[in-house]
């Protein structure tokens, strides 16, 4: 039988930057750019055309930067590509990530008609004004314009983004954000606490006080009333930070926690196939360039082997709220088992990991302090 | 003989820090030709990095330089070079008691400071003829007119004549040279008399033993004599002697007024001190040469392994330090908080940072020290008295009586511009103000008492910051006095960290004990629980801060499947954690060891 394969496609395209993306993005939305930037997508997959063969697709993921911002024709020249080369199995979850402003009724039909069943939208907040202060281009209504046009349009599996911990923002603006969204078709939801990273705007405007977070306190209280509402509503919390109807999981996320192989496409992308992980260059221009040349633009590769496994294991798979059964540890912890089983005790007596009849999990004190218990378990 | 001590002469050059006493040493070692341009260092005497990096001469290096002077003769010229910090005043004055005469350095832009002035004074208790020259002429601020006349009024020596010249530059090196040779004096003693040599330096090495550098008073002295330490009382035999070129140069002896080195195979530099008298077994002097002391550590401080470390590799570093440095002391102690370490002693503050940083740069360790600490007089009510300079031995408050600490005598030197800011700063350091001299129109000496505890603690840090480095520091003991001294403690979430207590005046210790609570909070990490910090003087709670709870530490998502990054963070943080000492269940990161103990004006 073949093995399971996922696909993250990268296009690394905004109308603007927000203030808080330290993604690889470029606001040239140049045509000429663009149309080279997807041939030489078109490039890099005929170079993994022979790999292609030994896998069967079932996730494919098309992110950014924000890939609705380019010409929908783009996507369905990728799609038709990667067909070309790769088995998609039947039932692919394919999703692509759309941001209000780029997205219309008929450019939700055409990715459709090239086959995408998924939608992630940004979201981020349906607050006017932090909207405005975070840098999006768009308003509420337009947030929920589009998510009534994607639903019009036949997108029936629908993922929001949002976010929290935004300057100024309390406790009631994200249950006011929450309450609006639950009104539209979705059925997944991605909630990302805002963490400013080091050469975004944001980072020099909080060094200046320009803007104020909450503290940690409330940053996690905040938090815990998102997974109590949503949860309420019947979005189950199954990842540190994703929430879904039953059943609707992402796929493609799940594989990244699970350990399961994806091939990432496109610049800046990370892969992860069999025990190698490799990334793409973040230079447009060398990638661009290298590819139409027919040469991979990658690093490389590291064989993840020995300890590393074990821990990937364990911090990839304590990010599942299911968590990890202990039995499967044992397998792939082999002859280290019980030095790790040592440390999971110890985390258990302080109350940041529990053991059930057949898992281990973090506890809702160890989701808050998760790095604390990842940095433990590195030995 | 009296014909050879003609054309020699012994001199020390002396200065204020910066004013430019080794620079002018290398014009000296160039102009007499002793060495070409090429072969030249800079500042070729001080040749630890440290003393380098500092521009601060810490060891003593003494060279025999050969002049031919305009008078047409040839002149053995012996410069013995002295440290240039206060903590190191005896090795200077052992230094000037070898010479005849001394050369004053004085910044043509600066004039006089604090340690000019205490130089002048200790050569002067040597009778020494002192040589003014007047550097850094080339400077644009430069006013050597000035400076002359200041000379003259605050020191009392002719200066008009005195050589202008530009170390840096080599302007007028020769008038210098020529100045030595006009103005210091022959050496004199009688070559015939029982042995009298000074010893005024000494160091160890691997193949000959203690090499001390000594100058002959009198009488001679050559391979095979049976020589005695006259302090140590020890006797050895002499395996050679010899002159200090650009290496050591063995000659057959060395007599009455020469300068040289002795090697007789000591095995320690305990047994060949600084200041001792080397006479012969046979024919002994009658008396030692005068102004021998035994060096007395002035301040104490613990040497803990940080984590990782080996206790036996800063065991070693300490013991090979030792060859060199009698006035370094140290012996082993244990710190609940740190382990197994030592309790160093030292001459002062400068002398432990060199330590220190010795340690951590020459011998690569990785070192914690603890608050520094004078000795205190403790006079308990059963009679006894005790001296202490481990505020952890100090007996219970109850058995006290009352305690007694070091004070000295500071002469401090400033622009008047800053007396506001030193004397408010002298008043907050338990000063007593003596009086205040104008040097000039602008410029005063404050003569304060302080306690050497407030000393040591960033004193000098505190007044270079209050007047822009302008003002200088000299200090040297006076006694102790009685005093309400109090130990202050530091709780970490309810258990004593001994490494943290300090002995400090009753009337500091809540203002110490905030500032330390303070600091702490703000560099313990935050740990699963609250952890309480709280100084406290006995069983009385003056300060504390809480580090609050660990609410939250979570990394931001994974990037598109970027697991790598994620593990580079995290092992950052991982080996963030190393760094940290166990206290308790508390992990104390070890600047907090460092950062506590710097003294910060906040204002």
Request: with cysteine; glycine share 6%; charged share 25%.
């Amino acid at each position: 039988m073949k093995s399971k394969l996922g696909i993250y496609v990268h296009v690394p395209f905004c109308v603007r930057k927000c203030l808080y993306c330290d993604f690889c993005s470029d606001t040239n939305l140049d045509s000429e750019l663009v149309a080279k930037y997807f041939r030489a997508l078109n490039e890099e997959i005929n170079l993994y055309r022979h790999m292609a063969g030994d896998y069967v697709t079932d996730s494919i993921f098309i992110g950014g930067g924000t890939p609705s911002a380019v010409d929908s024709r783009y996507i369905d020249e990728l799609m038709n590509h990667l067909n070309k080369w790769f088995e998609i199995d039947r039932n692919c979850e394919i999703t692509i990530e759309a941001n209000p402003g780029t997205i219309d009724i008929p450019k939700a039909r055409d990715y459709i008609y090239s086959g995408l069943n998924r939608m992630s939208v940004g979201v981020q907040t349906l607050n006017d004004q932090l909207l405005k202060k975070i840098g999006r281009i768009h308003n509420a209504e337009e947030a929920e314009k589009t998510l009534s046009d994607i639903h019009q349009a036949g997108f029936l599996n629908v993922s929001v983004d949002l976010m929290f911990n935004l300057p100024d923002q309390r406790l009631k603006d994200v249950t006011a954000d929450i309450d609006k969204i639950l009104k539209h078709d979705i059925n997944h939801i991605s909630y990302y606490s805002l963490k400013v990273e080091e050469n975004t705007p944001f980072h020099k405007m909080l060094k200046n006080n320009q803007i104020q977070l909450g503290s940690d306190e409330q940053e996690r209280e905040i938090y815990h009333r998102i997974i109590e509402m949503l949860g309420n509503r019947g979005f189950k919390q199954y990842e540190i930070s994703n929430f879904s109807m039953p059943g609707y999981e992402s796929r493609h996320n799940m594989k990244y926690w699970s350990r399961e192989s994806y091939l990432g496409l496109g610049l800046s992308s990370h892969s992860f196939i069999g025990q190698e992980r490799f990334s793409n260059t973040t230079n447009l221009h060398e990638y661009i360039h290298n590819l139409l040349d027919q040469r991979l633009s990658r690093s490389e590769g590291e064989i993840i082997q020995g300890k590393d496994i074990i821990w990937e294991y364990l911090i990839l798979g304590l990010r599942k709220t299911k968590g990890i059964q202990v039995e499967a540890f044992r397998i792939i912890a082999g002859s280290h088992y019980h030095e790790y089983r040592k440390i999971l005790n110890k985390l258990e007596m302080n109350g940041l990991i529990e053991f059930d009849a057949t898992c281990f999990r973090l506890t809702s004190l160890g989701m808050d302090l998760s790095n604390t218990v990842f940095v433990e378990l590195l030995i | 003989m009296i014909d050879r001590q003609k054309y020699v002469r012994n001199f020390s050059i002396i200065a204020h820090i910066d004013h430019g006493k080794s620079t002018l040493a290398d014009r000296l070692i160039e102009k007499t030709g002793f060495l070409t341009q090429r072969e030249m260092h800079e500042q070729l005497l001080d040749n630890m990095d440290l003393e380098r990096e500092r521009g601060i001469t810490i060891k003593l290096q003494t060279i025999r330089l050969v002049y031919k002077a305009k008078d047409g003769n040839e002149y053995i010229l012996n410069l013995i070079d002295t440290p240039g910090h206060v903590d190191f005043h005896y090795e200077v004055s052992r230094s000037l008691a070898a010479c005849e005469g001394a050369v004053l350095v004085v910044d043509a832009a600066q004039g006089i400071e604090a340690q000019t002035l205490a130089n002048v004074y200790l050569a002067l208790d040597q009778d020494l003829e002192i040589v003014p020259v007047i550097n850094k002429i080339d400077l644009p601020s430069a006013r050597p007119e000035e400076i002359k006349n200041e000379i003259e009024d605050v020191i009392g020596l002719e200066a008009q004549d005195a050589p202008m010249i530009s170390a840096k530059e080599g302007i007028n090196i020769e008038d210098v040279l020529e100045a030595i040779v006009k103005k210091i004096p022959p050496p004199s003693g009688d070559p015939e008399a029982p042995l009298k040599v000074l010893v005024f330096d000494s160091y160890y090495d691997s193949y000959k033993g203690v090499v001390a550098y000594i100058r002959v008073k009198e009488g001679r002295v050559k391979k095979g004599d049976v020589i005695k330490m006259m302090a140590a009382s020890k006797t050895f035999e002499v395996a050679e002697v010899g002159v200090l070129g650009l290496g050591q140069l063995p000659v057959e002896e060395l007599t009455a007024g020469d300068v040289g080195y002795l090697a007789a195979s000591i095995k320690d530099v305990k047994y060949c001190r600084v200041g001792d008298t080397i006479t012969k077994v046979n024919n002994p002097a009658k008396e030692a040469l005068p102004g021998y002391k035994k060096v007395i550590s002035m301040v104490y401080c613990g040497i803990y392994p940080a984590d990782g470390e080996d206790f036996n590799n800063i065991r070693d570093a300490l013991e090979k330090l030792q060859v060199n440095d009698a006035a370094l002391l140290f012996e082993p102690e244990t710190s609940v908080a740190l382990g197994f370490g030592f309790r160093c002693g030292f001459l002062g503050l400068l002398h432990l940072e060199i330590i220190q940083e010795r340690l951590e740069r020459e011998f690569d360790l990785n070192i914690i020290a603890t608050s520094p600490s004078v000795i205190y007089n403790i006079y308990k009510h059963d009679g006894t008295m005790l001296q202490i300079q481990n505020p952890t031995n100090l007996p219970s408050p109850t058995e006290i009586k009352y305690m007694e600490e070091p004070v000295v005598n500071a002469n401090i030197m400033t622009p008047s511009d800053y007396v506001g800011p030193i004397m408010e700063l002298c008043q907050n350091r338990r000063g007593l103000f003596i009086n205040m001299e104008y040097i000039e129109k602008t410029r005063v000496i404050l003569h304060y008492k302080l306690p050497l505890n407030e000393v040591i603690y960033d004193f000098f840090d505190a007044l270079k910051s209050k007047t822009r480095g302008y003002a200088s520091l000299d200090y040297e003991l006076a006694g102790y006095q009685e005093s309400k001294l109090v130990k202050l403690d530091i709780l970490i979430n309810n258990e004593l960290v001994d490494a943290f207590s300090i002995v400090v005046h009753e009337d500091k210790a809540y203002e110490r004990g905030r500032n330390m609570v303070e600091k702490l909070k703000d560099v313990i990490p935050r740990h699963m629980f609250a952890v309480p910090i709280q100084a406290t003087i006995g069983s009385k709670i003056i300060a504390r801060e809480t580090v609050r709870a660990l609410r939250k530490d979570v990394l931001s998502k994974c990037y598109g499947g970027d697991i790598t990054r994620k593990k580079k963070l995290l092992e950052k943080q991982k080996e963030g954690k190393k760094r940290m000492r166990l206290v308790g269940s508390v992990e104390v990161p070890q600047e907090a060891f460092l950062t506590v103990l710097k003294f910060d004006e906040k204002k």
